[in-house]
């Protein structure tokens, strides 16, 4: 069985982690989301919240500048950019290291975009209606109907800018990834199966 990875970019309120988490399981494979933030400071000698400033879901000041964001962390200045610029190489080369070790899963943090050289590197997307998203914030994260329109739409313009920035490519165009679901049309469940079928077809062989 050859080393392999699947990455997988969503919308807030898609189910795109459950996916991941489900593929996990049944692939026995790690999956990395929030975990890339403890391994980077760790293998860097940084604190964790110098790599919070560069989350994907979080404001940060290249953002604020040139796509109207608030400024979550600090004002623009070249030495901040610089300072993100750094944080993200960090990560990036955290997710280049364990994709060689590994197979395994990672959501989000461009991870697509960084291993693109990756011959064995699935690429997945994961949507779904507004209505859906928002019925799903309301049930998981007790929000009102409102809070979570208002949570979906900042999380996209961050979520995009992020990918955008950083890739240089379109977030959730389809032409950026392998695969691409709607998890209002098809279940988490079906989805997870879809997937999993298409990892073994490629490369697990028998």
């Known amino acids: 069985m050859e080393k392999y990875v699947i990455t997988i970019g969503r919308q807030l309120g898609s189910g795109g982690k459950s996916i991941g988490l489900q593929l996990s399981q049944r692939l026995n494979i790690p999956c990395y989301d929030k975990e890339l933030i403890q391994i980077a400071s760790r293998e860097s000698g940084l604190g964790g919240e110098f790599f919070e400033k560069i989350d994907e879901k979080s404001s940060f000041s290249f953002f604020g500048k040139y796509f109207g964001f608030r400024s979550g962390f600090m004002g623009y200045n070249e030495s901040n950019y610089l300072c993100n610029e750094t944080l993200f190489k960090i990560q990036s080369d955290v997710i280049r290291d364990l994709a060689e070790k590994e197979s395994c899963i990672f959501i989000g943090r461009c991870a697509d975009y960084i291993l693109r050289d990756n011959s ?87």
């Open 120 to 206: 064995n590197c699935l690429k997945i997307f994961v949507s779904a209606s507004i209505k859906d998203r928002v019925d799903r914030l309301m049930q998981y994260e007790q929000l009102t109907e409102k809070e979570a329109l208002i949570h979906i739409e900042k999380n996209d313009k961050k979520r995009s800018a992020y990918y955008n920035f950083y890739s240089n490519k379109v977030w959730g165009m389809a032409s950026s990834y392998d695969l691409c679901f709607n998890s209002s049309l098809l279940s988490i469940e079906e989805i997870v199966e879809l997937i999993e079928e298409q990892v073994k077809r490629k490369f697990i062989k028998n």
